[in-house]
């Protein structure tokens, strides 16, 4: 009897063959001689190219070729093609269910192989607006290797795509599949394996050039071994085609898992007031955890019912989505996996909070797949009424907790001893915090780990690659003997190297000698190396001006509505299909877990990208290193660092979005405050959120800055005025701004503000009185505010305070 890995892996491979279908075009392969030039033949010939690799795995060549090609029921002219067993029509449904945003055709006619693929925001309806429909996405950039990598996936007007590209593709798929050929595999790492080469090498390949060319090739291959496989086990692992074909009974099962009480866990840090030190590092140690607990609960899940991860077909920001089977052993596994998550979130102290919750569906489904994602998404708000209920008639603590006095730096859960002042989750933190800037790996490991490491309810994460499951934390594609996949969670946090690169120091000893003379040096124990995070204080201690640190929230604006309703057409036709989710899911996580993170430690990637000189381009080099990702997954993200440096960054991150999405109503609302390093973490964090709530509730698309909400076109009209007022404030002559004068100038419009209708305007006379000493390039240069719709007089509380605390 067949299993559901093998069916997993006919789903993966069963179109690859359009690639090299587009490589070759109406040309057979060099040694062949056939004249069938459809992809399902293609796929025929790349599996038997190589043979050696699924042969050492233990398949049957000829049965894997046969149940991937024979996936296509309406080729009446090609029967070859047509699924004849209860695998090839296993395979063959699930193409089409993962594929019901296009038509069947026979995969000859259409678009020859320029057709680029189009973003996925581009046929997205919001607020009754489409993104940039005609460009699309370069397959090969010009001087650039293969694959997918950083500061690429924008779509652009006139697109790098051609026979020439799907031959280098095709090239390097060919090296990678022969480089894993080396291994000796089992089936789980194979298509493990499989999985991330297809990432790194189809994410910008269309898979249907005849149709709406908005799935990427690796979507779909990834969404039809899902489905292939949940299919196949829902039957038992015997079905006849009758039972396969019958779409009555709800056979799938999209269980969403979600972590709440994510930001109150992260930032619930005690430290910053009580002396306990090390406070970046434990951030970032959260911050780890929460996206760490996330993937162990689904991968517990999975191995307990004996799916691979290829069914997780969304993750991001704390929330993941498994397309499973509809049984008996599934529900199960469920209520085993929430009792047990629940139980270890008590041990924890209750501050995340772990949900489960299930919808049934049966294959019409997929047709409107965003309905199903909404019912399911209300059965997760049904669960979260009740928080724990596996546990309600437990007491929260260990029996064999030793210590009822609370951890000095989380207040939550107990210390370790009378003597220990720390509980063990934040001494974790503080060794983790150290270890992340050097670490790009994270293993499960089942049952133990090395020290130190995450402990979840059946496994332990480690930041070290493990033969169980490895996570890859940057976009690192080379086949490996294990299971591994791309999984961008690690996030930035400066480092002491990343302070030498300002410029400033040239050597670690001359940077320790300043920070002490600063009392900013925190000793530990081996000293500090060039690896080791920064603090908050030093962090502040490179801003300009005031030595204030900046928090930053930013949200992505109308994500509920994009999945709920972005694929309904004018004509309330559904267009939304799995695979047309799922790739929306990937390139938000894509471009907040990954070209966040780029922009901030290799800005030089966006030079031209963001019409940046040279000089401009080795300042951004210098100066965004120092900016701290505290949490960046899902739509959203938090920032710390340098407040001006922030703020800098801040607009350049906001045209990148613009540019990545290529949407109108695809938009950020972002919270920015200054504040001492030294405020203790959870106000910090809840002035901020009310910054971002204040952005949301002034009409979105705008930052929250200063006091006011200013959309991000007029932000940036105000940076001229921040540089002017600069300028002036340092001219040396006499006639020139003084900070009294700028106090004045804000007394007056918050005058202007508040005077009633009829004595608003008289702002403007007492502006030219007080102006009337100044030169006469101030004078008529701040007479320009005597236009009361002038941006720069309907914000000058911010580009004046902006200006201040850049001389403070």
Known sequence: MLDSVFIALSGLVHDIGKLYQRAFWSRAPEGWAFDDYSHPAYTAWALESHHNLFRKVGLELSLLQETATRHHEGWRDKPQYQPQTPEQWCVALADTYASRERQESDGQSGHTPDTPLKSVFANLRVQGAYGQRNWGYSMVRERQEVGQKPGEAYPEP???VSRDTYWRVAERLDARLAELSRFTLSPEALLSNLLGVFQELLWNVPSDTQGEPDVSLFDHLRLSGAIAAALWAYHGGSPSIEALRDESPEKFLLVLGDLSGIQSHIYRIQGAQTGVGGLAKRLRARSLEVSLAAEAMGLEFLRRIGFTPLQRIMSAGGKFYLLLPNTEKVQQALHEVRREWEAWALQQGATLLPFL?????????????????????????????????????????????????????????PAKSATNELCYGCERDAHLGRLIPKRQEVGFFVPAAPEPHYRFPASRAALEPSDTYTLRTHLEFTPAPHPWEVRLLAGHAPTLKDALGTGRWRNLAEYQAWAKEQKLWEEEEGGREASDPLTLAELAEFSTGAKYLGALMLDADRMGEAFASGFMDEKGHDRSSPSRIASLSRMLELFFAGEVLELIKNPKTYQHRLGWDGLKAKEKAERYPLIYSVYAGGDDLFLLGPWDVLLEFTLDLEALYRQFTQHPKLTFSGGFVLVNPSLPIPLLAEAVREAEKAAKAAGRDRLHLFGQSVPWGELRSLVPWVRDFQRHLNAESKAGMTSALAYRLLRLWKQHQQDDPARRMRYKPLLAYTLRERSEEIRQHYLQLTDHTHTAWAHLPVWVQWGLYLER
């Open 357 to 413: 919750a299930a919808h049934a569906f049966a294959p019409a489904g997929f047709k409107a797949f965003s309905q199903v994602l909404q019912e399911a998404h209300r059965k997760l708000s049904e669960a979260k009424l009740k928080p724990l209920q596996s546990q309600l008639d437990d007491f929260y603590l260990s029996k064999s907790a030793q210590s009822l006095r609370p951890c000095r730096a989380c207040g939550v859960r």
């Open 158 to 160: 006139a697109p790098n």
